[in-house]
């Protein structure tokens, strides 16, 4: 079965610097692979999503990166603010026909002013 | 376009009773998903919806557990005799076809 690993420590940041987050996967390469924040007590929030045909995707701070060949994905917030202070949960769409989302354990983010 | 919603946000209950969440998933979304989620876990896939059929679901998903989506709009998810490893959140999201998926803030159930 498909295996996502997130680092399960906290990376703790100053604000202003470039934040890197890592998601790593086994086994067979997803359609999609998408990032989410989530905050304590609430649900996932959708952030991005690269195809497997993608290289890097961004979006205002935020930057993708998608390796099918080291099966990675860098996440990166530029400029990282405390409000950036959250889980971030890489997800991979299977392939599946009915689009199953397979989720790593987060990685959680702490910026510091 | 009020995203998804999730009743209630937390429920309490004793060990052996049963329970149902309600998701009310984004209007013009046919694909619904159920997830479960426990602390320090990502969400964990239980059950998916095309309209109103039940398309495919998790083995996380005993037979204690049953969910519907009766004319393709809201969904329920009941919990039968209930057990303390059945404490988690419960998330709901909703999508169509290719697009992302959207949650709902889930519903936090703790068994007594």
């Known amino acids: 079965s498909q295996k996502i690993e997130q680092n399960s420590e906290a990376l703790n940041i100053q604000e202003g610097k470039t934040a890197t987050l890592t998601c790593n996967y086994t086994?067979?390469?997803?359609?999609?692979l998408q990032w989410y924040r989530q905050d304590p007590g609430r649900g996932p929030v959708f952030l991005l999503l690269?195809?497997?045909?993608?290289k890097e995707k961004r979006k205002e701070r935020l930057k993708v990166t998608f390796d099918t060949t080291l099966k990675q994905s860098l996440f990166h917030i530029t400029a990282s603010q405390p409000a950036d202070s959250a889980t971030y949960l890489c997800?991979?769409?299977?392939?599946?026909?009915?689009?199953?989302?397979?989720f790593g354990t987060g990685t959680r983010l702490l910026v510091s002013p | 376009d009020t995203g998804v919603s999730q009743d209630p946000r937390h429920k309490i209950t004793k060990r052996g009773q049963n329970v149902t969440f309600r998701c009310d998933p984004i209007?013009?979304?046919?694909?619904l998903y159920w997830y479960r989620q426990t602390l320090g876990q990502g969400p964990e896939f239980l059950t998916y919806?095309?309209?109103?059929?039940?398309?495919?679901k998790s083995r996380l998903l005993s037979d204690r557990f049953s969910a519907e989506r009766p004319k393709g709009s809201f969904s329920t998810l009941e919990i039968q005799r209930t057990e303390q490893g059945d404490s988690a959140m419960y998330l709901c999201?909703?999508?169509?076809?290719?697009?992302?998926?959207?949650f709902g803030d889930g519903t936090r159930l703790s068994i007594l």
């Open positions: 086994n067979y390469s997803p359609a999609y």
């Open positions: 919806f095309q309209n109103e059929a039940q398309l495919e």
């Open positions: 997800a991979l769409l299977m392939n599946t026909g009915f689009q199953k989302l397979v």
């Open positions: 209007s013009e979304h046919n694909r």
């Open positions: 999201a909703s999508s169509n076809l290719g697009e992302p998926q959207h």
């Open positions: 690269i195809r497997e045909n993608e």
